[in-house]
């Protein structure tokens, strides 16, 4: 098994920047891609960014350019954030998909923008 801990959530003003961090522990060898979702009061969990262990990134449309995903080592994860805005609020979920095809996630960390 893969457990996973966020860390760097927080409030901030719209147009201020946060990194989120997710440290992974256990089977950590057959991780193969590690990405960030989120979800919004009411909403459905989206997909924010992902990462696969060759470095091929993807981003949700709404977060493009704003946003930037990067694997510091073979166990984190890290997401910078910039030019946040209100509807980036959010609980933000660390995932890692692993060789067997089942996925793991954190707990979560909050994030508030406030307008």
């Known amino acids: 098994q893969v457990q996973l801990v966020e860390s760097g959530g927080g409030l901030v003003q719209t147009g201020g920047s946060l990194r989120l961090s997710c440290v992974a522990s256990g089977k950590i060898f057959s991780i193969n891609a590690m990405g960030w979702y989120r979800q919004a009061p009411g909403k459905q969990r989206e997909l924010v960014a992902g990462?696969?262990?060759?470095?091929?990134t993807n981003y949700a449309d709404s977060v493009k350019g704003r946003f930037t995903i990067s694997r510091d080592n073979a166990n984190t994860v890290s997401l910078q954030m910039n030019s946040l805005k209100p509807e980036d609020t959010a609980v933000y979920y660390c995932?890692?998909?692993?060789?067997?095809?089942?996925?793991?996630g954190g707990k979560g960390t909050l994030v508030t923008v406030s307008p």
């Open positions: 995932n890692a998909g692993v060789t067997s095809g089942v996925d793991y």
């Open positions: 990462i696969t262990n060759g470095g091929r």
